[in-house]
């Protein structure tokens, strides 16, 4: 007979939040987020995993991000839970280039 447990249920404690890939932006504005987001007080699973989509789609939201994967890892030395962000910042420059043409004029 098999064991299933509710992740909903199961208490846990967040002890680290890693952002890894942060080049230019600030470490406060990142913490702010992070903070905001409301995952260190997260009690389980479930709302740990809410507020890390959550911090998610705020970094996202703003364009400092191209792309956020969150991981979640147990932290062996302190009995709780390490959750990881790996960023991808947008490029600081970008640029386009395009031609128009109309019946009497072009424009480049």
């Known amino acids: 007979m098999s064991t299933s447990i509710l992740l909903c249920f199961l ?3 967040v002890t680290k939040v890693h952002v890894d890939g942060v080049r230019r932006t600030k470490d406060d504005f990142v913490s702010g987020v992070i903070e905001d987001s409301g995952i260190l007080a997260a009690k389980t699973i479930e709302e740990v995993l809410k507020y890390s ?3 998610k789609s705020i970094f996202e939201k703003l364009g400092i991000f191209k792309s956020v994967d969150i991981c979640l890892d147990k932290d062996e ?3 709780g839970i390490e959750v990881t962000m790996d960023c991808k910042e947008f490029l600081r420059v970008g640029g386009s280039a395009g031609t128009q043409v109309g019946t009497n004029e ?3």
């Open 53 to 55: 989509q959550r911090a």
């Open 11 to 13: 208490t846990v404690k």
């Open 77 to 79: 030395e302190n009995d």
């Open 106 to 108: 072009g424009n480049m």
